[in-house]
């Protein structure tokens, strides 16, 4: 579980940190960024800074989010850390697309447990972002070797989460199957609609088999029918009118439809916002709205 830190960047106000730690869920080394705010540096935190993970979307790693989505800023403006995981286990024996896509396999885990060998010994990444990750971090962060500071970092118990695309599906769907884990949710231009689209029914197939009824596990789309509201919870969602994935492969349409009549009816929204594309300039744009709202929901402001 221990995390071996290959690099310490000064950014912004804090820290970005990028560590490796050897993963019980995946049987690989996992690379993951860490960003910690100037709270935890100058002792300013009142409490446990809390934690906001990011999942990031098909062919990502934990760089891409941490270099363009400009999350940094905000982090220090509210006090919580950022948490950057991988797409994927990573490896020379761990199993790919067969067909070379970027779409499934190495970079394209859809933070899913597969259950289809041979993709079932590595690919467990719904059990590795939500349990193993932040309890590894957490023991990390009590250790001898923790990076040096003046605060404290909750993993566990004051935490959010967000993503884009792929991640923003991973993010919706396991805050909706971690209710009582996750403060709030965001996305960015998820792929909401799983089942029906081709990014999803190829990873689906792939990593659950056939049976589509294992599949409906992981869709919002039944998962906000399925999961009883609690109070105080909300999710928050961003597509762009211009996204060039939007059809057929986010299909956003259907979940906008089902909202009003499910459990989580006036508190899930769905901003559509004009001209916005499905890239990095969408996703920073948006950023501080994500970022306070999930500060309000962190007990920060």
Request: proline letters at 7%.
């Amino acid at each position: 579980m221990s995390f071996k830190i290959k690099e310490e960047i000064r950014c912004a106000g804090g820290k970005l940190l990028k560590v490796m730690h050897q993963s019980k869920a995946t049987g690989t080394p996992m690379d993951v960024n860490l960003y910690l705010p100037q709270q935890y540096y100058d002792g300013t935190a009142k409490a446990k800074i809390p934690s906001l993970y990011f999942l990031s979307g098909l062919t990502c790693t934990p760089n891409n989010a941490s270099e363009k989505a400009f999350w940094q800023r905000e982090a220090d403006k509210y006090g919580f850390a950022m948490v950057f995981p991988d797409t994927s286990p990573r490896g020379p024996n761990v199993p790919t697309d067969p067909e070379g896509g970027w779409d499934f396999g190495v970079g394209a885990g859809f933070y899913v447990n597969a259950t289809q060998p041979p993709f079932n010994t590595n690919f467990n990444m719904y059990q590795y972002v939500h349990s193993e990750l932040p309890n590894a971090l957490t023991d990390f962060f009590r250790s001898e070797g923790r990076p040096a500071g003046l605060g404290s970092v909750d993993f566990i118990d004051n935490v959010s989460i967000t993503g884009h695309s792929m991640g923003g599906f991973g993010a919706v769907s396991g805050f909706l199957k971690n209710i009582n884990k996750y403060k709030s949710c965001s996305a960015f231009a998820p792929i909401i609609d799983p089942t029906t689209t081709p990014w999803g029914v190829k990873a689906f197939t792939g990593y659950l088999g056939t049976n589509k009824e294992t599949w409906r596990e992981y869709d919002p789309c039944e998962l906000i029918n399925e999961v009883p509201y609690v109070a105080g919870k909300e999710i928050l969602i961003h597509y762009g009118t211009n996204d060039q994935w939007k059809e057929p492969y986010l299909r956003p349409e259907h979940f906008i439809k089902l909202v009003p009549q499910s459990k989580w009816a006036n508190h899930i929204d769905v901003k559509l916002v004009d001209g916005f594309d499905h890239s990095y300039y969408f996703i920073s744009t948006f950023v501080p709205e994500h970022a306070e709202f999930h500060a309000k929901h962190l007990g920060l402001i």
